[in-house]
């Protein structure tokens, strides 16, 4: 199993440039979900997915949008990229959605906007 | 406000030696508190979850406390080794849903030969 999957690796983008940050899990796990992280502060979560077709926001959706139309993939849009989405964007699954489960995360996408 | 604080920021101890990292909290209710290792440049990875009733579990060289009273939670990292040079980051849930868990900013740990 590969796990949890992210690409790309690392993306540049200018203000107002739009893009997707892909995410896919071969687990068959039914939760999925987005986190941001930057410096000296928590993953905050920005959207989640209970199942295919099931999508939610979390604490930090805006300028971002996400669809889950296959159990595998959870890709994330950035709709118009700002400088303050500059940060390391994690994917993460878990087998549903109680915390007791471990979500397992991806390696990680590094966005900079200029 | 549900907050969860760790310290210290940064931690650079010698290879073999032991070091407590601390996390409290003010999440209320409490469901659970998992501690996460996460390597630079890596995602996280889970290494303890402890729930109301369980006030200690291990992990290899990983030892977890749980004190649901005081709402701290610590790890102790026994005989250090370079490999454990990473972000050590405390996370606590509120209640069972995953949407609703509250990450610690991390303690940055650093081993020296």
């Known amino acids: 199993n590969a796990g949890v999957t992210q690409t790309p690796k690392f993306q540049v983008l200018k203000t107002g440039q739009s893009m997707t940050l892909q995410c896919a899990q071969d687990?068959?796990?039914?939760?999925m979900s987005w986190y941001r992280q930057d410096p000296g502060m928590g993953l905050r979560l920005i959207h989640y997915s209970v199942g295919a077709g099931i999508t939610d926001q979390g604490e930090v959706p805006n300028g971002y949008n996400v669809s889950r139309s296959t159990t595998e993939d959870f890709p994330l849009r950035l709709l118009s990229a700002a400088p303050s989405q500059t940060s390391v964007y994690f994917c993460?699954?878990?087998?549903?959605?109680?915390?007791?489960?471990?979500?397992?995360f991806g390696p990680g996408t590094r966005l900079t906007v200029l | 406000k549900n907050q969860v604080e760790q310290s210290p920021q940064s931690l650079i101890i010698l290879e073999g030696k032991n070091c407590t990292l601390q996390?409290?909290?003010?999440?209320?209710?409490?469901?659970?508190l998992r501690w996460y290792k996460q390597d630079t440049g890596r995602g996280p990875v889970s290494l303890t979850i402890m729930t109301f009733s369980e006030n200690t579990k291990s992990n290899g060289r990983y030892t977890a406390t749980l004190d649901a009273d005081t709402k701290q939670s610590s790890l102790h990292i026994t005989a250090s080794q370079l490999s454990d040079s990473a972000s050590y980051i405390c996370?606590?849930?509120?209640?069972?849903?995953?949407?609703?868990?509250?990450f610690g900013s991390g303690t940055r740990l650093s081993i020296r030969p």
């Open positions: 996390c409290n909290y003010t999440v209320s209710p409490f469901s659970n």
């Open positions: 993460a699954s878990s087998p549903d959605g109680d915390s007791y489960n471990e979500q397992f």
């Open positions: 996370v606590v849930s509120a209640v069972s849903s995953a949407s609703k868990i509250i």
């Open positions: 687990m068959n796990h039914e939760y």
